[in-house]
């Protein structure tokens, strides 16, 4: 996934082969198998690289259990290093079938591996816990020092002149250094992290159009509905149905 995104569902990247590049909320990573990482909902990610084999799994917050929830937060974020005997342990069991499989119980099962998938995880990581990990850091500091800057004022309005004064640098370094680091500009970016921050409003407050409007840096109700319809492929109110 080239472009950054964002989902109101957990994801867990195991990457078992190669090494990947791999940006999440407001730093770049060099990652290299095996290892898994947790992304919680509505955190902005994107990875790239050369070849690589991974596996992802997806899981909505309704579907997971007290247990699944806080191992998932605590390890959110943050990514569990595995020895090749560890990554070939999880791979056993996301490869687990039925000598005779039963179609209707298809669900049951594949919720079996997950959590059977998860419990192994969760030992390994605690396991190692005492352990640092080594993490390189490929974003160049003004990105970061951009990205914290709108992460803390996107509900403000903000334009690359008001940007580049903030960071001390000109327009143009900035927007070199974000295509160089993350592929799109600054301000793509800025509407990304807005978007995303909507998208979690509408998936957890009942505010008005209005109000998420005025809460994460659109002009009106009407502009981010818009801007929403262009970017997201449906309208705010359709996808807050959508997720209930």
């Known amino acids: 996934m080239r472009k950054l995104h964002s989902h109101p569902h957990y994801e867990v990247y195991f990457l078992y082969e190669g090494k990947r590049s791999f940006f999440i909320e407001n ?26 084999k991974r596996v992802n799994i ?23 290093t595995l020895t ?22 298809a669900h049951e099962v594949d919720k079996a591996k997950f959590d059977f998938f998860l419990l192994t995880l969760y030992h390994f990581a605690e396991s190692r816990l005492p352990q640092s990990v080594e993490r390189e850091q490929k974003a160049s500091s003004l990105v970061i020092k951009a990205i914290n800057y709108m992460n803390a004022n996107y509900t403000e309005p903000l334009t690359l002149d008001d940007l580049a004064e903030r960071v001390y640098a000109t327009k143009q370094t900035l927007n070199y250094h974000f295509k160089k680091d993350l592929g799109c500009t600054p301000m793509n970016y800025l509407l ?20 998420i409007a005025d809460c994460c840096g659109f ?26």
């Open 192 to 211: 990304r992290l807005r978007l995303t921050k909507v998208k979690e409003l509408l998936a957890t407050s009942e505010k008005t159009i209005e109000e």
């Open 58 to 80: 997806y899981v909505t917050e309704s579907m997971l259990d007290d247990f699944q929830k806080e191992v998932l937060t605590s390890l959110s974020l943050s990514f569990v």
């Open 219 to 244: 002009s009106s109700g009407n502009y981010l509905t818009l801007i929403f319809k262009q970017k997201e492929g449906i309208s705010p109110t359709s996808y807050r149905k959508n997720r209930n």
């Open 84 to 105: 090749s005997e560890q990554s070939e342990k999880l791979l056993d069991i996301l490869h687990l079938s039925l000598d005779r499989p039963l179609e209707q119980h």
């Open 27 to 52: 730093a770049l990573y060099s990652i290299e198998a095996p290892a898994v990482l947790i992304v919680p909902p509505f955190a902005m990610h994107k990875t790239e690289g050369g070849a690589f």
